[in-house]
């Protein structure tokens, strides 16, 4: 004879460690009448899919369908026909002339090299030249260091007056 064992439920908190409740909360909930309550009408909002979806959903589940109906004996064997384009004659030539050029210039044998003396001519500009740079170059700072405090001051004259009002109401009415 085996034994089983019963699960027994656990016991109830003890009074002392239930929480407190304050006095005017538990004299409200003691007087609570649910016919104080307002009535509320309950909407429910069920949201169909659209035709479109609809459609969308048919065209899919119609295509998985087709794929794990299909029958693979269906189908036409065909031959594969493999294309390995060899290069052409030139351009076999082209790679051999540049890899012979690569291999002269990293095999060159430098000792077999003369010497050779190089000399530098450096060309002057003519007096010309030196000249007009100093004139530009004079003209230049002596507009850059100009000293506008050895200006004079000078009355401007006014050589065409304008009529007055008089003379263009004596024109208008000649």
């Known amino acids: ?21 304050a006095g005017d909360l538990k004299s409200e909930l003691e007087g609570f009448s649910s016919s104080k ?16 979806d ?14 794990a109906k299909f029958d693979p004996a269906k189908l036409k064997h065909t031959e594969t026909q493999e294309k ?12 051999k002339t540049h890899q012979n050029l690569l291999s002269g210039v990293e095999h060159f044998d430098k000792t077999t090299m003369k010497h050779a003396q190089t000399s530098e001519k450096i060309i ?30 000078a009355e401007t004259q006014e050589k065409n007056p304008l009529p007055t009002k008089e003379v263009i109401d004596q024109e208008k009415s000649a």
């Open 84 to 95: 390995n384009p060899l290069p052409d004659k030139d351009a076999v030539q082209q790679e």
């Open 37 to 52: 309550l307002k009535n509320a009408e309950t909407q429910e909002k069920i949201v169909l899919p659209s035709a479109e």
């Open 124 to 153: 002057l500009p003519n007096t010309e030249v030196i000249e007009q740079e100093k004139a530009q170059s004079n003209l230049l700072s002596g507009i850059e260091n100009f000293d506008s405090t050895k200006l004079k001051h």
């Open 1 to 21: 004879m085996s034994s089983c064992a019963v699960p027994v439920a656990p016991a109830p908190p003890a009074l002392k460690d239930l929480p407190k409740v």
């Open 54 to 67: 609809l459609a969308a959903e048919k065209t899919e589940k119609a295509l998985i369908e087709g794929i």
